[in-house]
């Protein structure tokens, strides 16, 4: 019997009786990270990364939930649990499971980047990795973040300048708060859209962030002129943007790596970053594992598990409802 099977519910520890990351509503859940593909509503008991706790507890509201450390283990019918760094999006947490001496690690999602507000991903040890692979095809090579942090200030500047305000999107858990970390607040004032700000203000109390306000219905076009606003991609062409007057549009996601992806969503400019791990970072994180079993369970799922068994990794993909964010539905979130 295999430790970690996969059910019509989620990923399911028969031993101990649990389910990683579960679609449906369940007795006893453990949880990767709060975005809304791993932490569904519905279970009755949760268990997740102590810095996830308030962040799923804002998204789901009253739930039953206990928050452990990073490398605390915690034992269920005899079968250890631990939750190591992902660096993803700040409490995203990988998940150990040891049963007999076997182990097995749930990835959710992870980077190998460094972001500044997350806790940097940690390789461990395993027999079998069970991976994401959003970006798992050669063409997807992320660039320093740091360069790309300094165009996006450079852009801001060059709208100040112009008395142009400038629009940045992206996912309001993980990227927002990403970009704001390394906005220069020296350019001016960075304003927010509603679940921006709230998503911010549960993560104030373990990061530091430059200050921001949130947009309301007293906030005249004249007071953001030349600043900078930060919202979730759906609001392009609402009535909430129209009212912010002349703007620059930026989003930021590893899609715009694409060709074409800046044009199909309709921005004027695109920043290349992205919280998955590129080509390079799967490979390397799955090396450093030392594991012989792959499974693979979102995005190019299956090029990305032959690539693998060429390289010599029992490797295969299991279908999943983890949604690898396409350049469609990033905008949803
Ligand atoms: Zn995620």
Request: one cysteine or more; a neutral charge; glycine letters at 8%.
């Amino acid at each position: 019997m295999p430790l970690l099977e996969f059910t019509s519910k989620g990923i399911y520890c028969k031993q101990a009786d649990v389910y990683l990351d579960p679609w449906r509503g369940v007795d006893k859940a453990i949880i990767s990270h709060g975005h809304s593909d791993h932490a569904r509503w519905g279970s009755k008991h949760y268990i997740t990364h102590e810095i996830n706790v308030p962040i799923i507890q804002h998204r789901l509201g009253k739930i039953s939930v206990t928050g452990k450390k990073y490398g605390e283990t915690f034992s269920i019918n005899g079968v250890q649990f631990s939750f190591h760094p992902a660096g993803h999006v700040p409490g995203s947490a990988q998940i150990r499971v040891e049963h007999k001496g076997e182990v097995w690690v749930f990835t959710g999602d992870y980077k190998t980047q460094i972001d500044g507000i997350s806790t940097p991903f940690e390789p461990v040890k395993c027999n079998t990795f069970i991976t994401e692979c959003t970006f798992g095809l050669p063409v997807f090579q992320w660039e320093d973040p740091i360069k790309v942090h300094d165009s996006i200030n450079h852009w801001w500047a060059q709208n100040q300048a112009e008395k142009t305000t400038s629009l940045l999107m992206g996912y309001s858990l993980g990227k927002i708060q990403r970009l704001l970390k390394h906005l220069d607040p020296s350019i001016g004032k960075i304003y927010t859209h509603g679940a921006t700000e709230q998503m911010t203000q549960v993560l104030r109390q373990f990061i530091d962030f430059p200050e921001t306000e949130l947009i309301t219905r007293e906030t005249t076009k004249k007071a953001v002129e030349g600043n900078l606003v930060l919202a979730p991609p759906a609001v392009l062409g609402s009535a909430w943007v129209k009212k912010l007057g002349q703007l620059s549009t930026v989003y930021a996601s590893g899609w715009m790596a694409f060709r074409g992806a800046r044009r199909r969503r309709a921005v004027d400019r695109a920043f290349v970053l992205s919280d998955h791990a590129d080509w390079q970072g799967l490979l390397s994180a799955i090396k450093a594992t030392g594991c012989e079993n792959v499974i693979t369970t979102h995005g190019y799922t299956d090029l990305f598990a032959q690539y693998l068994r060429e390289q010599g990794w029992n490797a295969r993909t299991e279908k999943t409802q983890y949604e690898a964010e396409t350049l469609e539905t990033a905008a949803t979130e």
